[in-house]
Nanobody
Framework: QVQLVESGGGLVQPGGSLRLRCVAS????????MGWYRQAPGKQRELVAT???????SSVPSVKGRFTISRDNAKNTVYLQMNSLKPEDTAVYYC???????WGQGTQVTVSS
């Protein structure tokens, strides 16, 4: 059974940092590209960053230079290091593989003073 469990969210002030973690199970994690997504209230879910099996990552322009995606294939885990957080980064953050599978519960990130 495929399972994705996100954690690491919380309330942080603008300019702060958080590190999200997603632990995957039920599939051969190391061969799949993985992505972090987010969904803000009233908006559609959007892709934020991707990492392929060899660890090479990329991110969308709105977070480039602030967010870094990485993975540890030995731990079936993908991370999202988020620095210089802004209020507009507030959302529920999810991870998923490519092609996608069932979504996890996500982790809430709130950036507010």
């Amino acid at each position: 059974q495929v399972q994705l469990v996100e954690s690491g969210g919380g309330l942080v002030q603008p300019g702060g940092s958080l590190r999200l973690r997603c632990v995957a199970s039920g599939f051969t994690f190391s061969i799949y590209a993985m992505g972090w997504y987010r969904q803000a209230p009233g908006k559609q879910r959007e892709l934020v960053a991707t990492v392929i099996s060899d660890g090479s990552g990329s991110s969308v322009p709105s977070v480039k230079g602030r967010f870094t995606i990485s993975r540890d294939n030995a731990k079936n885990t993908v991370y999202l290091q988020m620095n210089s957080l802004k209020p507009e980064d507030t959302a529920v953050y999810y991870c998923n593989r490519f092609p996608s599978t069932d979504w996890g519960q996500g982790t809430q990130v709130t950036v507010s003073s």
